[in-house]
């Protein structure tokens, strides 16, 4: 196929849509495959990310037998592939054989690349390519939410039950707009206890939440998965975030008493970058303005932990302050900050902040920053975690108003 013809090529999109329809995860690659040698590929193959961001997986192809479809994983830090992936553009290796790179993107969500193997996989189809990678990202997260085959692809290992728990509940680690971003990470990954976020988009307002519930057992998934479930409820039924601290104040004292969560909730209007937030016994949240961490901008004294009863007698505190364009709010657990080395020394709030900010100042995006930043604090504990460690960062970068 000499260039991208638009009429071709959406008559192939159109095939590949309805023809998933009828079919099965397991289904996918072939289908992808088919439609990218519909338009002039030899190959094309779907990778993932691991659940811990250091590899790209291929999804499995069943039946036939092409050896291709035994292809071994790409590393995220050190391939074309992980390049792409890591900066969200495409890439493009002259071969031979030539094989064009694509990010496979869920709104701004990362979820893999999709590998073209063609003559055709050069700069002036790029177009053709990346539209197939978006109907590819669109059908893979579709599928994913009943599929054992997606999800087994993206996991080196088995999960703790709390752990799946856990994860069954959380939303999107990257959500946003063109005026707000919200990037999260979880670990350990396989075996976390008590942590969750949420982030939400609605109404032009960027909703954040943060838990961390004592212990770290099924019954510490329990109560964050509780807390999530009351946030969400009280947020979805006109609550603001008084009503949600008393929801989920109410809720674990009923359900699951004597198990303690601290936690921060959050709104940013993305019009005004006002920011409200309620802070329950929680780590105080970092403003990063530019390469520095304003001092003491976000510190109000805490309330109690949810659990206790206290929210529930009536509403609490909600603190306010704005923000300017271009700063960062950073919420994060404790287990970030006191994660001891083999030696004893502490990941410490410095090591974090100096971490994200010389990351993020290199020029990488937020997910690609808290991705580093969760693998430094891994080798910091010698991949180790004693507890639950969970980073939000959010970022208001509004659009210029006269434009």
């Known amino acids: 196929m000499p260039g991208c013809d638009e009429a071709v090529l959406g008559r192939v ?63 995220i ?16 290796s002259t071969g031979p054989p030539p ?19 063609a003559p055709a996989a050069g700069p002036e189809t790029a177009d053709c390519w990346e539209a197939l990678a978006a109907l590819v990202a669109l059908l893979t997260v579709s599928k994913s939410a009943y599929s ?13 039950l709390q752990a799946e728990l856990l994860w069954a509940f959380l939303p999107p680690r990257t959500i946003g707009t063109r005026d707000v971003t919200s990037s999260a990470v979880l670990e350990p990954a396989y075996e976390v206890g008590g942590d969750a976020f949420d982030h939400s988009v ?42 949600i601290a008393q929801a989920i104040d109410r809720t674990l004292g009923r359900w699951i008493p004597d198990r303690l969560l601290t936690a921060v909730v959050a709104d940013l209007d993305s019009a005004t970058g006002e920011l409200t937030w309620i802070n329950c016994g929680h780590p105080t949240p970092l403003l990063i303005r530019g390469r520095h961490v304003v001092a003491g901008a976000l510190r109000r004294r805490p309330e109690l932990p ?41 990941f410490g709030e410095e090591r974090l902040t100096d971490t994200l900010v010389q990351h993020m100042a290199s020029g990488e995006p ?32 509004p659009r210029s108003r006269g434009g």
Do not use: K
Request: one cysteine or more; charged letters at 25%; a neutral charge.
């Open 148 to 160: 054992d085959v997606i999800v087994r692809t993206t996991r080196d290992r088995p999960m703790s």
């Open 202 to 243: 609605a109404g032009g307002r960027l909703h954040m939440s943060v838990f961390d519930a004592m212990g770290h057992d099924l019954a510490s998934g329990g109560a964050s998965s509780v807390a999530l479930a009351a946030c969400r409820s009280t947020r979805r039924a006109g609550g603001d975030l008084a009503a």
């Open 306 to 346: 949810l659990g206790l009863g206290y929210h529930d007698r009536g509403p609490q505190p909600v603190h306010h302050t704005r923000l300017q364009p271009g700063d960062r709010v950073l919420i994060y657990t404790d287990g970030v900050t006191d994660a001891r080395s083999p030696t004893g020394d502490t």
């Open 366 to 397: 937020a997910p690609e920053a808290l991705r580093h930043l969760t693998h430094s604090l891994l080798a910091h504990q010698n991949h180790r975690l004693r507890d639950d460690a969970t980073i939000l960062l959010a970022e208001w970068h």
């Open 77 to 92: 830090e050190t391939t074309l592939a992980g390049r792409t992936y890591r900066l969200q553009r495409t890439r493009i």
């Open 13 to 75: 999109l159109a095939r590949l849509l309805a023809r998933s329809r009828a079919s099965g995860p397991r289904d996918l690659p072939g289908l992808v495959d088919e439609a990218a040698r519909e338009l002039g590929a030899a190959h094309a193959r779907i990778y993932l990310a691991d659940v811990q961001q250091r590899h790209l997986v291929p999804l499995p192809v069943h039946g036939g037998d092409d050896p291709r479809r035994h292809a071994a994983a790409e590393e």
């Open 99 to 117: 094989v064009g790179w694509f990010p496979l993107v869920d709104g701004i969500e990362r979820i893999g690349v999709l590998r073209v193997e």
